[in-house]
């Protein structure tokens, strides 16, 4: 579990990133969880965009993405997802 404090700044990094993932009418798929889990491994922090044919709304699809990927949701904006994952062997990000 992440901190208020490591939150706040896993927040201001998101701000400088692009969404580089879409969930659409598939919903949270198998082949999404794949995707997310990979960019989540090689970035530690992803950011998405649910889009309208979603039939989820962006806290359920972020919530669900979280628990497949045993990520944690570092917010959700509007369509705008961001999950947050360190990576054991690599990290990239320093939080504390």
Do not use: F, H
């Amino acid at each position: 579990m992440i901190t208020s404090k490591q939150r706040a700044k896993l927040r201001s990094l998101a701000n400088g990133i692009d969404c580089i993932l879409q969930v659409g009418k598939g919903g949270v798929a198998d082949n999404l969880i794949v995707q997310v889990c990979d960019a989540l491994k090689a970035r530690e922090i992803v950011k998405m965009s649910v889009l309208e044919t979603c039939p989820y709304t962006a806290k359920e699809a972020a919530n669900e993405l979280a628990e497949a990927c045993g990520a944690e949701v570092v917010q959700v904006i509007g369509k705008k997802i961001t999950l947050y994952k360190r990576n054991e062997e690599k990290p990239i990000i320093n939080i504390d």
